[in-house]
C-alpha cells in the first residue's frame, strides 16, 4: 500500500459508455498526475495538476477529460473511448522540494481499462 | 519524442549473475529517479541522484549518475528471481512537473 489508491482496478466499457477513475492520495501532497502505459510503449504523461490547477496536457484527446477538485482526489472521466484506449492507466503524487529539486513521484496500483 | 532512451529492452538472467540497465538523455537532467514495476503493477520508488557524479547502493542495487547529468546505469549483484520486474528510469526533463519516464527494461532472473 503506497498511500495512493486508485478505483476501480479493472474496468471493461463500450465505446459509447461513460465512465470515471478516481485517485486518491493522503500523503499531504500538492502534484498529482495521470499516466497511461500501453503495452510495448514508455509511459506516457497525460495531465499534471499541481494545487489543483492543471498545469499540463500533454496533448491528450478530449474524450479524456481530467477534474481535481481538491490536492487529494484525481479523477480521469472517460467518454466514448475507442479500443486503442485500451491500457493501464497510473496515477502518482508528489509534493515537490523546490529549491533541492527533489520530485518523488509515489504511485497507485493502476487501473486496466479495456474498451470493447 | 522520447526524451529518455533505456537499453536493453529486455534481459534475462540466471540467478546469481550480475547485470546492468543504462537510461541516456539527450538533455541534462534535474533529476533522475529509478523505479520498479511488477506486470500490471504500480511503479515503486527506488533510487534518486541529483548531483553529477552521484552513485547510491541500496541492498544488491547500485546506481550512477555520470559528471553531465545525462546518463545513468543501475547495476544488480547477484540477482535473484525477487529482482525480476521491469525498471524505469524517469526525470524531471524541465524545471516544473514534467516528469518523464524511459522505455522500461524487462528483467527475468531465472532461478
Known amino acids: 500500500e503506497t498511500g495512493v489508491t486508485q478505483t476501480p482496478r479493472h474496468l471493461v466499457m463500450g465505446m459509447t459508455n461513460k465512465k470515471s477513475l478516481k485517485c486518491e492520495q493522503h500523503?499531504?501532497?500538492?502534484?498529482m498526475y495521470w499516466y497511461k502505459q500501453s503495452a510495448k510503449k514508455p509511459l506516457e504523461l497525460m495531465f499534471v495538476?499541481?494545487?489543483?490547477?492543471?498545469?499540463e496536457n500533454n496533448s491528450v484527446p478530449s474524450r479524456f477529460s481530467p477534474e481535481c477538485p481538491n490536492s487529494s482526489h484525481l479523477f480521469l472521466h472517460l467518454h466514448t473511448l475507442q479500443p486503442e484506449d485500451s491500457a493501464l492507466y497510473l496515477c502518482?503524487?508528489?509534493?515537490?522540494?523546490?529549491?533541492?529539486?527533489?520530485?518523488?513521484?509515489?504511485f497507485g496500483a493502476g487501473s486496466r481499462l479495456t474498451v470493447l | 519524442s522520447q526524451e529518455l532512451e533505456q537499453s536493453p529492452q529486455s534481459l534475462i538472467v540466471q540467478e546469481g549473475k550480475n547485470l546492468t540497465i543504462n537510461c541516456t538523455s539527450s538533455k541534462t537532467l534535474y533529476g533522475l529517479y529509478w523505479y520498479k514495476q511488477k506486470y500490471g503493477e504500480g511503479l515503486i520508488f527506488l533510487m534518486m541522484l541529483q548531483k553529477g557524479g552521484e552513485e547510491k547502493s541500496h541492498e544488491k542495487i547500485t546506481a550512477k549518475l555520470d559528471e553531465k547529468k545525462q546518463q545513468s546505469s543501475l547495476h544488480i549483484t547477484a540477482s535473484q528471481p525477487s529482482h525480476a520486474g521491469i525498471y524505469l528510469c524517469g526525470a524531471d526533463i524541465l524545471a516544473g512537473n514534467q516528469f518523464y519516464f524511459g522505455t522500461g527494461t524487462s528483467l527475468t532472473v531465472i532461478p
Open positions: 500523503l499531504g501532497h500538492n502534484a
Open positions: 495538476y499541481n494545487f489543483k490547477e492543471q498545469t
Open positions: 502518482a503524487s508528489s509534493h515537490p522540494q523546490g529549491g533541492s529539486g527533489a520530485n518523488v513521484l509515489t
